[in-house]
């Protein structure tokens, strides 16, 4: 059963915080992906990774940090820094190849302060 | 810069007629075009792209879009709604040369009725 998981599918955080949401995928994609969905904002890339340990800064990095230490996994840890960090976190993967290759995405982590 | 817009951010259908949602982009070059449907709570899932080639691609669930240069738009069609094509709407735009990384418009909300 090939795809993209992420977990856990709920998170809660208190101010001064940091947490790591975890994202793993099967289908042998080298590019990672994760993005942060606020209503009537669309997705924003936070950061993505096109090999291991290898990753860049998207639009909204301040705040967050990752890691790409396997193919198949690309961490997300949401650091005190970050000073609004309720959102829908998504993670993505996709080939990296000659042509357009879609992303996949896994189901979410909804990450709320408390 | 790339950028991609959705002017609507609902659009309303009765079901069994057709419907349209709209999206214009930017790029510099020739660009990759894709849209992406949302249910709630839940992860993107791909319907269809744009590389190059004939204006009209034809993606899931009997979506199509139509591919205009001279207006740089990319409409999602289907010519006739069904009330489980409810759901929010992304159009998204990678310019070839800047990476494997997608811009996502702000969505728009299909919203279907009987």
């Known amino acids: 059963d090939g795809g993209i998981t992420q977990s856990p599918k709920y998170l809660f955080r208190k101010e001064g915080q940091n947490v790591t949401l975890s994202c793993e995928q099967n289908?042998?994609?080298?590019?990672m992906y994760w993005y942060r969905q606020d209503p009537g904002q669309g997705l924003r890339l936070i950061y993505y990774s096109q090999i291991v340990n290898d990753f860049q800064k998207g639009d909204i990095a301040e705040g967050y940090s990752v890691s790409r230490e396997k193919k198949e996994s690309f961490p997300l840890t949401v650091t005190s820094a970050q000073k609004n960090p309720t959102a829908f976190y998504l993670c993505?993967?996709?080939?990296?190849?000659?042509?357009?290759?879609?992303?996949?995405f896994g189901p979410g982590t909804r990450l709320t302060v408390l | 810069a790339q950028s991609v817009a959705q002017p609507e951010d609902q659009v309303n259908v009765a079901e069994g007629n057709p419907l349209t949602v709209k999206c214009t982009y930017s790029v510099s070059g020739n660009p990759y075009l894709f849209w992406y449907v949302q249910y709630p709570n839940r992860g993107l899932q791909f319907l269809l792209k744009y590389i190059t080639g004939d204006n009209l691609v034809k993606g899931s669930y009997g979506f199509e879009a139509e591919f205009n240069k001279s207006q740089t738009s990319f409409h999602l069609k289907k010519p006739s709604a069904l009330v489980s094509d409810s759901a929010l709407y992304f159009c998204?735009?990678?310019?070839?040369?800047?990476?494997?990384?997608?811009?996502f418009g702000k969505g728009t909300t299909l919203s279907v009725s009987s």
């Open positions: 289908l042998n994609h080298d590019a």
């Open positions: 998204a735009v990678r310019d070839p040369q800047a990476g494997t990384a997608l811009i």
């Open positions: 993505a993967s996709s080939m990296v190849l000659q042509g357009a290759n879609e992303q996949f």
